[in-house]
């Protein structure tokens, strides 16, 4: 593919306002084109809040227009580092993307990345191949409606709901949460930040935070929790930072389910996700999402069961050096 000559690369460990500007322009450009946001929450976090210092940013420009952002960190010693990048859908076709990959995999320590790439579009798949990458990890997006019948809510005995508490619960929820999700690349090393940077969003409510506790020997003990979120219908006061919401109609998502080992295969995981989808529609929504990973196999049945279906693919792929 050819590339424009007049390309400009500049590399940030953190972006100025302006820069942060012009990376919501091209990411709200693409996601208005392909109808899926190009960039991951937790980059959307990074961009809004400044994120983890390691996390290194791409900017390629034609002339004073950026025609491309990536995002790469490399916190991840174990897996290698990993980007995400967006391309203006109106530049597209010029080499931008080649060069963006070309110049994130310069700033690897080891010659490794993973590239996230959401909805499958074709232009990233025919990219990844054309720059040496192959599959490695497929996240499914599934649906259902909320206007079809919810079952009840069947708890385990012993075991009770509330919801959560600011303030009260971040480190016995990272705990539980650190257990169920062990061997999970990203979910299991969540820690504090990552709570309270949530907190601090638009669509953070506890009200749709979900606990359970079981009565143990020390007292109430957490074995489990659904943490839901809506996405749509919010607006942020700093217009540099609105980067997620299209002003499409809200849409509830089953964000994570969570079961402490102690307690997973005993039904408790779905009466979680039930609540969780029961609490959505009474807030008027009408469609539920949620991600899993498609070698989970287990986590989709149990999701199949309530009427959910795939509708959407992430895709992660990865170069090792030869």
Do not use: C
């Not at 995002?71 to 109106?90: K, Y």
């Not at 935070?209 to 942020?236: N, Q």
Request: avoid cysteine.
């Amino acid at each position: 593919m050819p590339t424009t000559p007049d390309l400009r690369v500049e590399h940030a460990a953190r972006l100025s306002p302006a820069q942060t500007a012009a990376v919501r322009d091209v990411v709200l450009a693409a996601a208005d084109r392909d109808g899926v946001n190009p960039l991951s929450e937790h980059v959307v976090l990074h961009l809004r809040y400044g994120g983890d210092t390691p996390v290194h940013n791409v900017l390629v420009w034609l002339g004073d227009r950026l025609a491309g952002y990536g995002h790469l960190d490399t916190t991840d010693a174990v897996e290698g580092a990993s980007a995400e990048l967006v391309v203006h859908p109106d530049l597209r076709q010029r080499g931008v993307g080649s060069t963006l990959v070309e110049e994130l995999v310069k700033q690897t320590t080891d010659g490794r990345l993973r590239l996230w790439a959401h909805g499958q579009h074709p232009g990233a798949t025919a990219l990844a191949r054309r720059t040496g990458f192959e599959q490695a990890r497929a996240l499914w997006q599934m649906r259902r409606s909320l206007l079809a019948p919810l079952p009840p809510v069947i708890l385990p005995t012993g075991v009770r709901l509330r919801t959560f508490v600011v303030g009260q619960d971040e480190a016995a929820w990272m705990a539980v949460n650190s257990r169920a999700f062990a061997d999970h690349p990203e979910q299991g090393r969540w820690g504090i930040d990552e709570v309270r940077l949530r907190e601090q969003e638009p669509w953070f409510d506890p009200a749709g935070f979900f606990l359970a506790e079981r009565d143990g020997a020390g007292g109430a003990e957490l074995v489990g929790f659904h943490w839901t979120k809506i996405h749509g219908g919010h607006v942020h006061g700093d217009e540099g930072s609105h980067i997620e919401d299209h002003g499409h109609e809200p849409i509830g998502e089953v964000y994570v389910v969570g079961v402490d080992p102690s307690m997973q295969g005993g039904g408790l995981g779905k009466a979680l996700t039930i609540a969780g989808l029961q609490h959505l529609r009474s807030r008027g929504l009408t469609q539920a999402m949620l991600y899993v990973d498609e070698s989970n196999t287990g986590a989709i049945r149990v999701y199949e069961s309530l009427d959910f279906a795939r509708w959407d693919t992430d895709v992660s792929y990865r170069r090792t050096p030869t």
